[in-house]
């Protein structure tokens, strides 16, 4: 039944309704709506939910239930529709629409209507955000008693940052491979300056390693200075042995420097004649070419001739059809000498073009190639450099905090979301009252049925009680009339009948008052207990407003501090 109604109110497809269907998919899934991507919902439940979807978020106090149910009745999409078309006016919509098109799905019409609710409903969430920063501003004041500003937050994360970078101070000349683990590890925190672990940590023979590697570290910063024994030592020489030992190094110094010029007048020697074989081709060469340019001079000047004598030609068969076409022709050889003059033009420039590209596209590959060759250098160098490992532990550190951070702040954010704002209290509220009146509503159905089973059973009884009455009276009277005795007795036992009918008839007066009696004091209670509802309601509402004016001015108060 709901797929045939829903075919009753569907209108023609075409491409508009179609493409504005799709804009409104996109805006509400953009708003946040993701119910709109799901494909089994049907175009109406996709658009109609979107609609409360967005009034909801408005935050709008409307005195209207929008409960909306997907695959609904024809009665329950009707009734929705004229409540969403009649909350539009009260939230000041300026476009208007009509049930019949949103049940139609015109969605052109339907289209300008979401764009408002979802600009509505992103400014109302920009409103629930500013309230929340500022409730959680003003709690970090509470505990913290200083607001953190965003330059002071920059400052800060800058200096968290800057932490716990390891800085080295020392560097060892040879590796210590051959130590023990605890002692690697000491040394390499001495490296970057910690001493306190190597005091603590290290034996009395590891400690005394230990300050030899110190000293040797320290070495390697400080400049080294000449051992003065070995000074000592040189000049202790004798000086006959100093000076025989000078005359055979000048000897010695002699000869090499003959068999270097002996080997050297040879290799000039030998480039020498390199040289002159190389000067006899190239003339050689020089001889070739001129002869080449002869005849190629030669060559050019018959082929000058013959450009000559078909010019010529040509010019004269140009005069003659000249002469012989008519007018019309000539025009239409004018541009045919124009298109061909512009197809050759065309031949060229697209020549050159691929010239130019086949050359730009080698100096590109060169450039690519030098461009890896420079990547493949410093990824090397990366690799090996110690400022690029030092950095990269940076970034590993300052991620690890990022993460953290990241975590603080979800969680910061998950505990706003899980306070409710005024507008989602104020639906909460709306929701408890009107399921108080549905409860109380059907409370009271339920006991009006109760009573009045009550009531229809006691009629029963009484019913009962008085037919029984009438059958024992009808025999007792047949009885009677066979003597005098019998009719005394008869007589008696209707007048004790009518004194108990006499006394069960006071009984109910009784219980009757006694009920009008009730009825008036709960009367007087309910009275009562509306004044005092009346008196609670103005009270909230004055309360209400005292606490506007109490935020109102708690903002004017930090806007003055945060001018000051």
């Known amino acids: 039944k709901d797929i045939m109604s829903e075919a009753k109110y569907d209108i023609k497809e075409d491409e508009e309704q179609e493409i504005k269907f799709q804009e409104i998919s996109e805006l509400l899934v953009a708003a946040g709506y993701f119910r709109a991507r799901i494909k089994g919902l049907s175009p109406f439940d996709k658009v109609v939910g979107g609609m409360t979807w967005c009034i909801q978020n408005c935050a709008v106090f409307i005195d209207v239930n929008l409960l909306y149910q997907e695959n609904s009745s024809i009665g329950q999409k009707i ?9 539009l006016p009260k939230m000041k919509c300026p476009v208007q629409i009509e049930p019949h098109q949103i049940q139609g799905l015109d969605f052109i019409n339907i289209f300008p209507v979401i764009q408002w609710l979802v600009k509505k409903a992103l400014e109302t969430r920009g409103e629930r955000e500013i309230a929340n920063r500022a409730y959680s501003l003003r709690e970090f004041e509470k505990f913290n008693g200083k607001i953190l500003e965003n330059g002071t937050l920059k400052t800060v994360l ?52 230990a300050t030899d590697l110190i000293e040797e570290m320290t070495e390697t910063k400080a400049k080294k200075k000449i051992d003065t024994n070995v000074f000592n030592n040189i000049l202790g020489i004798k000086k006959d042995e100093l000076n025989d030992a000078a005359a055979e190094y000048l000897k010695m110094r002699e000869k090499a420097n003959q068999n270097e010029l002996e080997e050297n007048s040879l290799s000039l020697s030998k ?5 002159v074989t190389q000067e006899a081709k190239i003339d050689e060469k020089l001889k070739e070419l001129k ?32 002469i012989t076409t008519p007018e019309k022709d000539q025009e239409l050889l004018t541009k045919m000498r124009k298109l061909i003059s512009m197809n050759e033009k065309l031949k060229k420039n697209e ?33 090996q450099n110690e400022e690029t490992i030092a950095l990269k532990k940076q970034l590993g550190g300052a991620r690890l905090k990022l993460a953290k951070r990241t975590r603080l702040v979800m969680e910061l954010e998950r505990k706003i979301d899980s306070i409710p704002s005024r507008a989602e209290l104020s639906q909460y509220q709306r929701r408890f009252v009107e399921l108080y009146n549905q409860i109380s509503s059907k409370q009271n159905e339920t006991q009006n049925y109760f009573d009045m089973y009550n009531n229809l059973g006691d009629q029963r009884d009484f019913i009962e009680k008085e037919i029984k009455l009438m059958n024992s009276i009808q025999e007792g009277f047949e009885k009677s009339s066979d003597s005098q005795h019998t009719k005394y007795q008869y007589v008696a036992q209707l007048e004790e ?12 007066k009784d219980k009757l008052t006694e009920k009008e009696e009730v009825k008036e004091r709960v009367i007087k209670q309910k009275q009562e207990l509306m004044f005092h ?20 001015i708690n903002s004017k108060l930090d806007e003055l501090n945060a001018k000051i």
Request: hydrophobic letters at 35%.
């Open 351 to 383: 020549t050159d073009f691929r010239l130019a590209c086949k050359d730009e596209l080698k100096e590109l590959d060169e450039r690519n190639k030098l461009a890896k060759e420079n990547l493949q250098k410093l990824a090397i160098y990366d690799a």
């Open 497 to 508: 009948i009518l004194k108990g009918v006499k006394e069960g008839q006071k009984r109910a």
């Open 291 to 322: 002869e080449q340019e002869n005849d190629l001079g030669s060559a050019k000047g018959t082929l000058s001739d013959e450009i000559d004598q078909m010019q010529c030609r040509i010019d004269e068969n140009i005069h003659k059809i000249k």
């Open 79 to 87: 009734s929705l529709t004229e409540k969403i078309v009649s909350v």
């Open 158 to 209: 800058t200096e968290f940052s800057d932490l716990d970078i390891p800085k080295r101070k020392l560097q060892p000349i040879k590796p210590f491979d051959d130590k023990d683990d605890a002692v690697r590890v000491s040394l390499t925190l001495l490296e970057y300056g910690n001493k306190i672990v190597m005091a603590k940590k290290t034996d009395d023979l590891e400690a005394s390693s």
């Open 533 to 552: 509802q009346q008196h609670y309601f103005t009270l909230v509402k004055k309360i209400q407003d005292e606490v506007k004016k109490n935020e109102i």
């Open 271 to 275: 480039k020498i004649d390199i040289l």
